[in-house]
């Protein structure tokens, strides 16, 4: 049951991971990220998220190891906090407050309590410094950080303008066109320029730096593409540099390998760069990584690498520039053209992904699913270069059909292409099934399905509409074409107009006899057996923005909303308007499982959503300044199974779940539920245990029980426990508490001592029936066979938990062991 406390907005993907550099655990099996105001902990085997650690309330801007520790983690954020991790078990161990936005974070291995981070200047705009933070120690959770020293004036804000060098005795700034160096113990600052000039198509902006981990050199990348290599710097007039250039576009980023021999660059070419030396002539390339570069980050051990890209993509590289693995959660687009909608096979939310792609994204795993490539033409990344695009999609209720719509980004003479997908059970994937070129003469602007779920193919009909002032209806005919391997096509049916308007939005009725189409001021609805026209609407004054029909004992209304602001509900039976609200709607969106609509306002700056029933004027549920970003899409997902919600005032999220995304592509959704309980495992610690690979002796011991148990199953004989293979309290608190909070070990030991023994009080049966054994056999020692047979079971059923098989012991080895049995041991309990 949901308690029926205030519902809260989740984040639940989207959040930029580029906001710092990644970072590899010192085993190489864990990959953590900056992702919004949370830290990601994702399996580098499994590529799944393990732990979400959330706690800062601003965008995180740094994470570092701690040198000391490297079971820990540091963070900065916005807010202006500095917090220490256990990253393994998610626990926050403490907190440091600043007071002034972090906008960077550094650590080094020799300055022992202290950080490094960026902050603004105090009284000067756009100016920041980096200073020296020392950390307090405290028994607290929560301390202050107010010893802060200004290590160097003028610095850039972006964490890759900031690198130390080896052993931490120097901290290189780049910025403009300025580098400068500072040396700790001669307190000893050089500053070198290059010209401002840009001649010949070069330009010698810095844009990013890195620091050699074994020799005086450092690496600067630039807004041209070109890459230095500085050395001699010591001194101010004898400072030399050599020149890498291949990069034809600004250079993202730079990595030094572990050792120094192999220097990584990238960009957007979305290619990786392998430098051996200072020769432009000795470089490797990985190619086609799906977009431009953003970070690259190594491992301590320099088996891998990771690229961060601007889409959100992050990809793990081996240390011979061969591809891995990738973690692809949801994919940033340059636009989000097609809306969000729902696959109804997977439920997976489908919109834009990469260029000229459509990405199928889970929200239960935080994972895409797949990417179905539309465009089918290579993407260059070039500024100002007209390119086709995916503009539309629309799924069949059943999820069989899929309808895309591209078109170039030329304004006045677009180059337009429907294209029909059929989902293929046996490919599992969608196969492409008809292209019409030129489907109508201006841009399309909206595309629906007739959703009859209880009707085959046959009825299944498509309507787009068009700045060309005309729908269209398509449906299905057979194909007579004996060289194509399909049996059928999609031509176009009927052509619809209405006093010349442009049309602007369609969608057809929840039992599909009815299309609505809207041109400019004015709702059309039209019946789709005879394509005859019922009726019109008209709310002056605005253009109709959006519109939908209601569902089940709503269905005889139609809902729009105009651009001038405002909401109306028409009657269909009585041709009327049923009512009319004043409201600046960006968002409409229908449940598909019952009757509400939830409508999403923008005004002053403010989105506010507004959940309501047509046949109601008043809104069931009102949620003003939702968030702080804009909302510009919406979509309900149907849930697997419907939720138990005690509060009547969120009723409306019982069948399915809403979910939303921002002008910054933040996908965000309201829930009763904390995030921690919405997007990661049951059991955090399970996940990760799973994760460690078994040793080959547990592998062969594991195997050898199940089988003996087995077979004692398919005997008939009883299973025998015994009590140290209970899972016990005390073992369980040892195990699975951080170590760091477990109490001395003098006093664990009793405890775990006490849990082994087996108490007095409580006895077993089998021990209960040779205490009568041992009484009867002071009259006849050799009368009882059953008595042999009981014995023999007891010891046996210990053995075979160890896998043995026992010999059947003699009569007068059986006297001894009960002559043992009659001895006190309670002796033994004392130590």
């Not at 500072?182 to 620091?211: A, E, W």
Request: net charge negative; proline share 3%.
């Amino acid at each position: 049951m949901v308690a029926p406390g205030s519902l809260r907005v989740v984040r639940c993907g989207g959040s930029a991971l580029r906001g710092a550099r990644a970072v590899f655990s010192a085993d190489s099996k864990y990959l953590l990220c900056a992702s919004g105001d949370f830290v990601k902990v994702y399996s580098v085997s499994t590529e799944e998220i393990l732990r979400l650690m959330g706690g800062h309330a601003d965008l995180v801007t740094g994470i570092q190891l701690n040198p000391h520790n490297h079971m820990q983690l540091y963070s900065s954020s916005l807010d202006g906090t500095i917090k220490l991790w256990d990253f393994m078990d998610g626990i926050l161990i403490k907190t440091f407050t600043v007071g002034s936005k972090l906008l960077a974070l550094y650590t080094l291995a020799c300055a022992e309590d202290s950080v490094f981070v960026v902050i603004p200047k105090k009284g000067e705009r756009d100016s920041y410094q980096l200073v020296s933070l020392k950390l307090t120690k405290g028994a607290g959770q929560d301390l202050e950080g107010k010893e802060l020293s200004v290590v160097l004036d003028g610095v850039s804000a972006s964490m890759k303008h900031i690198a130390f060098g080896r052993e931490g005795a120097y901290v290189v700034s780049v910025k403009d066109v300025t580098l400068q160096v500072y040396f700790f113990k001669r307190k000893l600052l050089n500053r070198f320029s290059l010209s401002t000039m840009k001649t010949k198509g070069g330009d010698n902006h810095f844009s990013c730096v890195v620091c050699h981990p074994t020799e005086d050199c450092i690496a600067t990348g630039h807004a041209d593409g070109k890459i230095r290599l500085w050395r001699n710097f010591h001194h101010r007039k004898e400072y030399t540099y050599s020149t890498l250039h291949w990069h034809h576009d600004i250079v993202m980023d730079l990595a030094f390998s572990v050792e120094g021999t192999r220097l990584l660059s990238g960009g957007v070419e979305s290619v990786l760069v392998q430098w051996h030396g200072e020769s432009s002539c000795q470089k490797d390339f990985l190619p086609r990584l799906g977009s431009p570069i953003e970070c690259i980050s190594m491992s301590s051990d320099g088996a891998l690498c990771c690229t961060l890209h601007t889409d959100n993509r992050i990809t793990i590289i081996n240390s011979n520039l061969r591809f891995s693995r990738s973690i692809q959660g949801l994919i940033k687009s340059r636009d989000i053209k097609t809306g969000l909608v729902v696959d109804p096979r997977t439920k997976a939310l489908v919109l834009n992904g990469e260029p000229g792609h459509l990405q199928f994204y889970s929200l239960q795993s935080d994972q895409q699913l797949f990417s179905l490539d539309i465009v089918q033409r290579q993407y260059i990344h070039e500024a100002g270069l007209k390119q086709s695009d995916l503009v539309k999609v629309a799924f069949s209720a059943r999820g069989t059909w899929l309808a895309t719509v591209e078109e170039s980004e030329e304004v006045t003479d677009p180059e337009l292409q429907l294209k029909l997908w059929f989902y293929h059970e046996e490919a599992q994937s969608f196969q492409l099934n008809t292209r019409i070129n030129t489907p109508h003469d201006n841009h399309i602007t909206d595309m629906c399905f007739r959703d009859m779920d209880e009707l085959g193919d046959d009825s299944l009909i498509l309507v787009t509409t068009g700045r060309d002032c005309v729908f269209k209806v398509w449906v299905m005919v057979e194909d007579i074409d004996p060289e194509e391997h399909q049996s059928v096509s999609w031509s176009c049916d009927f052509v619809g107009s209405y006093h010349n308007y442009q049309a602007t939005n369609c969608c057809f009725s929840e039992d599909g006899s009815l299309l609505a189409v809207s041109f400019e001021e004015t709702v059309t609805v039209w019946d789709s057996l005879t394509w005859d026209l019922k009726c019109t609407f008209c709310h002056p004054p605005g253009n109709i923005r959006k519109i939908c029909f209601g569902r089940l004992t709503c269905s005889k209304y139609l809902i729009g909303a105009t651009d001038y602001g405002f909401l109306c509900c028409w009657n269909l039976l009585t041709c009327a308007l049923e009512w009319s609200a004043h409201l600046n709607v960006v968002v409409l969106q229908p449940d598909p499982l019952s009757e509400h609509i939830a409508a999403v306002s923008w005004l002053s700056k403010e989105s506010s959503l507004f959940v309501f029933k047509p046949n109601e004027p008043r809104p069931i549920y009102i949620q003003r300044n939702l968030c702080k970003e804009k909302i510009l899409l919406a979509a309900f997902v149907p849930r697997d199974e419907p939720e138990m919600i005690s509060s009547e005032k969120y009723l409306w999220l019982r069948k399915s779940q809403l979910f939303f995304l921002t002008d910054t592509q933040e996908l965000m959704t309201l829930s009763t539920k904390s995030l921690e309980e919405r997007l990661t495992p049951s059991s955090k610690q399970l996940a990760v245990e799973e994760s460690i690979p078994v040793t080959p002796f547990s592998l062969l011991l594991g195997k050898h029980r199940h089988q003996q148990a087995q077979e004692d199953i398919d005997l008939g004989k009883p299973v025998v426990h015994n009590k140290q293979e209970q899972a016990s309290p005390a073992v369980k608190e040892l195990l699975h508490t951080p170590a760091h909070v477990l109490p001395s070990a003098s006093f664990l030991c009793t405890i775990f001592i006490n849990s082994l023994l087996i108490s007095k009080e409580s006895k077993s049966a089998e021990e209960v029936a040779d205490e009568v054994e041992m009484e009867s056999e002071k009259a006849d020692d050799d009368s009882d066979e059953e008595d042999v047979t009981a014995t023999e079971q007891e010891d046996t059923g210990h053995m075979e938990l160890l896998g043995e098989i026992t010999c059947k012991p003699s009569k007068s080895q059986e006297k001894e062991l009960r002559k043992i049995r009659k001895m006190d041991y309670s002796w033994i309990s004392a130590f």
